[in-house]
T-cell receptor
Framework: NAGVTQTPKFQVLKTGQSMTLQCAQD?????MYWYRQDPGMGLRLIYY???????DKGEVPNGYNVSRLNKREFSLRLESAAPSQTSVYFC??????????????FGSGTRLTVV | GIQVEQSPPDLILQEGANSTLRCNFS?????LQWFHQNPWGQLINLFY???GTKQNGRLSATTVATERYSLLYISSSQTTDSGVYFC??????????FGAGTRLAVHP
């Protein structure tokens, strides 16, 4: 009963390097999300995927790309990391269908530092 | 977009005390959730409550959608209740917007 699993848990990148954050859920949820949380702040939506095969931009999509690989997996890619992308990244999933929204389940987060 | 304001920003309690956290939002919503982020950073969904009242143990929540606010009640607080409480709302489909949170510290 893993829920939402994120890898890696910690990462340090140099400016300009690329990396992919992985997220997988085992709850058969339709929708998945990527958020970032900066110190002392709430979470901001980067990208989301309402269902397999679809992705949409959230509040802060610049500098990121996503892939909904299948129903279980939703990855976040930083093509050229910048210090401003230093943050904690959370993946979440929910059982959402047209007209209905349900509670989110979050992963444990990835703490990313860009130097 | 929808604005979410939480109050108070910080709260310090003695173990056993009760508290009320408030979430105001600027527009109609069809999704409102309360989360607890523990000191280790884990986010736990407490309530999915776009309207009405729910209770879970020492926690309860009420959302008055017509007046655009929600309240989270914590009774008989314990040190394990410490952390940050977030309210998040969505007026459309699949775009939860988070407030800045209420940071709670419960002392023994």
């Amino acid at each position: 009963n893993a829920g939402v699993t994120q890898t890696p848990k910690f990462q340090v990148l140099k400016t300009g390097q690329s990396m992919t954050l992985q997220c997988a859920q085992d709850m058969n949820h339709n929708s998945m999300y990527w958020y970032r949380q900066d110190p002392g702040m709430g979470l901001r939506l980067i990208y989301y995927s309402a269902s397999e095969g679809t992705t949409d931009k959230g509040e802060v999509p610049n500098g990121y790309n996503v892939s909904r690989l299948n129903k279980r997996e939703f990855s976040l890619r930083l093509e050229s990391a910048a210090p401003s992308q230093t943050s904690v990244y959370f993946c979440a999933s929910s059982e959402a269908a047209a007209g209905n929204n349900y509670g989110y389940t979050f992963g444990s987060g990835t703490r990313l530092t860009v130097v | 977009g929808i604005q979410v304001e939480q109050s108070p920003p910080d709260l310090i309690l003695q173990e056993g005390a009760n508290s009320t956290l408030r979430c105001n939002f600027s527009d109609s919503v069809n999704n409102l959730q309360w989360f607890h982020q523990n000191p280790w950073g884990q986010l736990i969904n407490l309530f999915y409550i776009p309207s009405g009242t729910k209770q879970n143990g020492r926690l309860s929540a009420t959302t008055v959608a017509t007046e655009r606010y929600s309240l989270l009640y914590i009774s008989s607080s314990q040190t394990t209740d410490s952390g940050v409480y977030f309210c998040a709302v969505s007026g459309g489909y699949n775009k939860l917007i988070f407030g800045a949170g209420t940071r709670l510290a419960v002392h023994p």
